[in-house]
Structures are given as C-alpha cells and as structure tokens.
C-alpha cells in the first residue's frame, strides 16, 4: 500500500489535480487523466460520480450531475464499491469504483480506494469552495444577484470584448419599497427583493446581469434587442405573498443607451442620472438619459455645496406678499417667501428649492427663514410698528420630527413673538401616513394658540377627507383654481364657490393665491372668500418695502379700479 501512495503516478495525480485557480469545469477535465496514471496501480476499472446539491444565493439552480470520471478499455466488473459523502449544505456525493476486468480488489487494495475517494472529495471540495469564495466577491448574499464588484468586473468583460455597446443599462428603484417594508414587515419585504431577484434574473440571458447596488437599488444590462422584452417585462411584475395575495411592483428606471467607449463609471453616471430625473417626474416611471441633465445634476449638486456658506453669510433673505382683506380691501397679513441674494444677484426660488427638499437642507432653511420672521416682528414692535400675521411655510418632511413643535415654540420664546403674529403654512400631504401625522401636527399647533394653513388646497390627498377632519384655521386656494375665473365655461367658478361656502359653513377662512385682475378679485369677493394675494395688490416685498406698507399705508383700493 505503501508502494501505491508513494509511486510517481500518484505524484502526478496530485500534481494534476493541485494547481492554483482550477475550477470545477477544468477538474471534470482533468481528473480522468490523473486517475489514467494511477488506474494500473488500483486496479481501477471504471470511476461513476452521483453529485446533488441543493440551490443556494450562489447556486441558484442547485447541484445535480451524474458522470463517468473514468473508464478502462478493457472493461471492468460489476462489483462496485461505493463511498458516501455529505457535502456541507447538506448535499450529497457518492464515489463509485469497479474493478478492472477479472480483478477482485483485496481488503488492502480496498483501503487505497477509500484513500483515494476521500482524496478526490476533498479536492473537488476545495476547489468548489474557491469557487463559492470568487462568487461571493461577486454576489450579493441575499437575492443572489451580482454585487457592484460583479458588476463592474461583467461590464469590463463585454468592454474588452468590444460589445458594450449592443447594450442598454437601467438604473432601477421599486416604487414606494419603503412603504411595502414597513406594511409587511422586514422579513417580507426582504422576500419581496428576493422575489423580485428572481423574476429578473428569469428574463435575462447568460450575457445579461442583473447587480443589487443596495436597499431597493438595481442595475441591469440588457442588449438593446431585447429592450422592448425587457421593458414589458417589467411593465407587469406581481410578487404572491401567501397572506396578502398578489402585490403589484412598480419600479423607476433610469436608462441610458451604453455608447462605444463608454466605461462603467459613464454607464452608472448616465443612468443614475437618469433615475433621479424619474423620481422627480409626475408623468412617467421611465426616463431616458439625455446630456441636458447631467448638466442639471452638475448645478443641482453646485447649489447643495454652495448651501451651508450661504446660511453662515445670511444670503438667504425673507420677502413678505401681503395679504388683502376682501371685505375693506386692507392689509391683513402676510406670506414670508424665501429668496437667495448671491453676488448681488437673486437666485430664483424653484432653482433651489427643489434641490434643497431633495437632500434634506429645506428644513434648514424653513427655520432659518421662520427665525428671520420672527427677529423681524420682534423689531418692528421695539419700533412701534403693529405687525400683522406672518405666515411661514414649512416642507410637510418636518411632521415626522417630534421636535417640530418645540422647535417652533422655542424659536417664537427667544423672540418674545406672541403666537397672534404667526401662522405656520403647510402643504397639503400627499398620502394616507402624511395625513395622520399632519393631524397630530395641527392640533398641537392649535393648542398653542398659533394658526395653521393649508397651502396648494385641491392638489393633493383627499381634499374632501382634509376639509372633514383637519380642523385648520385657513384653506389656501392653490392658484390653478384662480387662473381659469373669467376663461372658460364657468366650471371653475361653480367649484370655487362650493369650496368656499363649506370652508365656510366648517368656520374656516378661505384665502386665494395667485391674484392677478380687478376681476378675479370681484368674483371672489362676492363668493365670499375672506382673504386674498398676488399681484394685483403688490409682489413679494424685501423687508423694507413691506415695513412702509405696515407704516404709511394698508389700503388697496387704488389697485381694485
């Protein structure tokens, strides 16, 4: 036995069979020919190899081959002699070895067998778990797919064989993921991204990749003739959870048509691009890279780097819209609006806003601004000047603070402003969980003595629903009502005036933004709306023009004729 496990062809054997990187389709290769050099010695006939092995993240179709490693051309006998195995995921590995023809393996004999069996299993072992080690480094462990470094290594494939561009790339998000987590909980959800893994994966071929990026982030490359495919594909995607039956996902994609020469980094750059157009479009869950907006996400990102430098050298200023009585046509109030003046320039509001209530610094901003209202009406008092009730907007994104209200008071405390001179405006919510904590947000408001109200009113979550159980101080009509009085059939102004009247009936005031004509004004005089602003009576005023309309005059009547 001795003499068998020292030979020179079991040297060879395991020199065979040892070298760095061999993969399991090479071994399928090689291991004939290394038991070829040993079969003499062993008397080996014929070698069968019975392999199952359950699915796994980085085998998702399993393990299940039968195969001949090897087989003598003289023949061998029937009489096998088999070796066990239990693979660590509890699969199984059954070596089977027949003698050469005519031979009868001694118990010795036998003994370099089983050697040889278990020698064979833990090679293959081993280079099967090199392998699962490489695919972890690629694949992300819970769904599956490919992680960013398998992504990136799969793109640089298709780039050095010179096909990258037969391919589109989509940047993908499932829609509203947050709320499908926190309905069914983490262990669902989690099964939903699996779920949704899978049926991706089924559609694509073995030159496609689908790469998780994190959360509910996705990437696909897909060859633009499979597009249309693709994109019905995802078009009508349903996950079946057994206690909650058949939920629709939705998904946002960003795509970009790969061009030649681009690199992963222009491919991810492109579509990423791509998507964070998507979230923000009302009209389509898709968006098409085009190079406009990657310009855009250049001055997007310029303006949130240019933000914190701005606060500290209090470029941020508050103008003030009065606000009109349209019973005396007088000054009742006002509406603090935010303007940045940068190099003695002003820089238009929606060239900001939107990017500051994407990253989050909008709630910043909101209180900087509320302290500069309430600093503002602290020293118009000092000076005798009577203010009048300033209202101050604030991003819906605040209800979910618990401190909001705190912050509010501490703020109004420092300045010694009494809650008469505030009201805080916010927007309609635009969904069911916005609503119960605007709910809570209001009434504590109320509770306060500090009015509340509503802006943008018909443009959002159930404006009936907010009428019958928000109990607000003042409904803003959102300007797209006001802009078709006098245009049309005369539909807008019978909705306007039932609005009106229950707002009402509710001991609600109506106020109307976007007042432009003597006409617009008079319809909504006689429709009783208590309140309205815009043009017509004066733009957004800096503060010390606002400071002469608190001081030399507070009628409008001129303007009216």
Not at 321 to 343: H, I, M, T, Y
Not at 501 to 509: A, I
Request: proline share 2%; aromatic share 10%.
């Amino acid at each position: 036995m001795e003499t068998f496990f020292c030979s020179k062809g079991f040297e060879q054997f395991f020199d065979i069979l040892q070298e760095e990187n061999i993969t399991l389709q090479e071994l399928d290769i090689r291991l004939p020919k290394a038991i070829a050099l040993i079969a003499d010695e062993g008397y080996l006939g014929k070698i069968d190899v019975h392999m199952k092995a359950p699915a796994t993240v980085y085998d998702p179709e399993g393990v299940s081959f039968d195969a001949c490693m090897y087989c003598d051309e003289d023949g061998y006998d029937n009489e096998p002699y088999e070796e066990h195995f239990v693979t660590g995921e509890q699969g199984i590995a059954d070596l089977v070895f027949y003698p050469k023809k005519g031979h009868v393996w001694t118990e010795e004999e036998l003994g370099k067998i089983r050697f040889l069996a278990q020698n064979i299993y833990v090679i293959s072992g081993r280079i099967r778990l090199m392998g699962l080690v490489k695919k972890a480094n690629m694949i992300e462990n819970m769904t599956g797919a490919a992680n960013l470094n398998g992504l990136m290594r799969f793109g640089g494939t298709l780039q050095a064989k010179g096909v990258i561009a037969d391919y589109i790339a989509a940047f993908m998000n499932i829609k509203n993921f947050k709320f499908i987590n926190q309905r069914l909980g983490n262990r669902l959800g989690d099964y939903v991204l699996k779920e949704y893994c899978f049926k991706l994966r089924r559609v694509l071929d073995e030159d496609e990749i689908l790469a998780r990026l994190g959360g509910d982030n996705f990437m696909v490359l897909v060859k633009k003739s499979k597009e249309k495919e693709f994109l019905d594909f995802m078009s009508n995607m349903n996950i079946h959870i057994e206690s909650e039956g058949d939920i629709e996902i939705e998904t946002r994609m960003g795509i970009y048509a790969v061009q030649s020469g681009d690199t992963m980094n222009d491919i991810m750059n492109a579509s990423t691009t791509a998507l964070n157009v998507a979230k923000k479009n009302i009209n389509s869950d898709r968006v098409w890279f085009e190079a406009y907006m990657m310009e855009q996400e250049v001055r997007d990102k310029t303006i949130a780097g240019l933000f914190a430098q701005a606060i500290k050298n209090n470029e941020f200023l508050a103008y003030y819209q009065p606000k009109v009585s349209l019973a005396n046509n007088r000054l009742c109030g006002c509406e603090a609006l935010v303007r940045w003046k940068r190099d003695g320039k002003l820089v238009p509001p929606m060239e900001f806003i939107p990017v500051l209530e994407r990253n989050g610094d909008i709630c910043e901003l909101d209180f900087y601004v509320f302290e500069t209202v309430c600093k503002d009406i602290s020293r118009w008092r000092s000076q005798g000047i009577e203010p009048v009730k300033v209202s101050v907007n604030f991003s819906k994104v605040h209800i979910f603070d618990w401190l909001f209200t705190k912050r509010i008071l501490s703020i109004m405390q420092k300045y010694g402003v009494d809650s008469k001179y505030i009201e805080i405006e916010l927007t309609e919510s635009s969904s069911q969980a916005d609503y119960r904590d605007l709910m809570e947000f209001i009434t504590s408001m109320r509770d306060c003595g500090i009015n509340v109200s509503i802006d943008d009113f018909g443009t959002g979550y159930s404006s009936l629903s907010l009428l019958k159980e928000l109990k607000v101080d003042i409904i803003k009509l959102d300007k797209s009502f006001i802009d078709d009085i006098e245009k049309r059939d005369g539909i807008d102004e019978i909705v306007i005036k039932n609005i009106i009247n229950m707002v009402n009936e509710l001991d609600m005031q109506v106020i109307a933004e976007g007042v432009e004509t003597s006409g617009q004004a008079e319809f909504l005089r006689n429709a009783k709306c208590a309140m309205a602003q815009g043009y017509l009576f004066d733009r957004p005023l800096p503060c010390e023009e606002f400071e002469q309309r608190l001081t030399v005059g507070r009628e409008y009547i001129s303007r009216l004729k």
